[in-house]
């Protein structure tokens, strides 16, 4: 069993070491280059803009936030709703005792 591990994390390791030498293949292949930037149309963004795309950010992500306390309450009621096995357990168990 320990040597099937091994044998992963070492295939493992393997493609890793491989993947980034391909990387620094392709890196060295274009590091003549120049690195791209975005084009400059000349506009300053003012603080009203600026406000505004983090009011709209914050209220994307609060929606987000919404979503998943929503989500996250749903499943805590649909777990309360389940029935207590355990006492059926107990039952099953001392039926079987008894037999």
């Known amino acids: 069993m320990q040597n099937m ?19 620094a293949q392709e890196d060295a292949l274009h590091k003549d280059e120049p690195v791209k930037q975005e084009e400059d149309d000349g506009h300053i963004e003012t603080v009203e803009e600026v406000k505004a795309k983090m009011k709209a950010l914050s209220d994307n992500m609060n929606q987000n936030l919404a979503a998943v ?3 996250a309450q749903a499943s805590q009621e649909e777990q309360a709703a389940m ?4 006492a059926l357990t107990n039952v099953t168990s001392t039926i079987h005792s008894m037999g």
Not at 5 to 23: F, M, P, T
Not at 83 to 86: H, R
Request: glycine fraction near 4%; charge should be negative.
């Open 5 to 23: 591990l091994d044998e992963g994390v070492a295939n493992v390791d393997a493609k890793i070491e491989a993947r980034n030498i391909a990387l």
């Open 83 to 86: 029935p207590d096995m355990s």
């Open 69 to 71: 306390d929503s989500r």
